[in-house]
């Protein structure tokens, strides 16, 4: 398995990121991580539309909740041919209790717990923590990645100006 070393850091240490980095360009790979209800979930359930994939460690720290807020804030504005997906190692019950306590509800929330196999196909997994990186990847209709952020120290947040634009102009 590959390992990527100088990408990221985690409260400014480095960090190994397990599996392939993903780049602009790439077909994006698919994946099955765990939806609401425990159901399986595949980027290819939604082929057609422009994905916006908000990766984070966990939605129980300061950072993870700001960026999910932010993203479910932004969908409201953004073409019904857009999907935020957001992409975590948060269990589903988790991820399900802070939507329903913060009125997130224009998102889909999926967690990569069981498997790592988004982490893992994306290069988003953290060797030293098991965690995701935090970061976004946006995906066009065709299935192509049109913009991608590894967020260079995971305690911060995404720039989600840049994230939006390569959304709307993948459309």
Known sequence: MKENKGVVTFAGNPVTLLGELIKVGDTAPDFTAVGEGLKPARLSDYKGKTVILSVFPSVD????????????????GLSEHVVVLTLSKDLPFALGRFCAAEGIDRIHTLSDYMHSEFGLKYGFLMKENMLLARGVVVINPAGKVTYVEYVKEVTSEPDYTKA????????
């Open 61 to 76: 720290t300061k950072v993870c909740a700001a960026q999910t807020r932010r993203f479910n804030k932004e969908a409201s």
């Open 164 to 171: 939006l634009e390569a959304a709307r102009a993948a459309l």
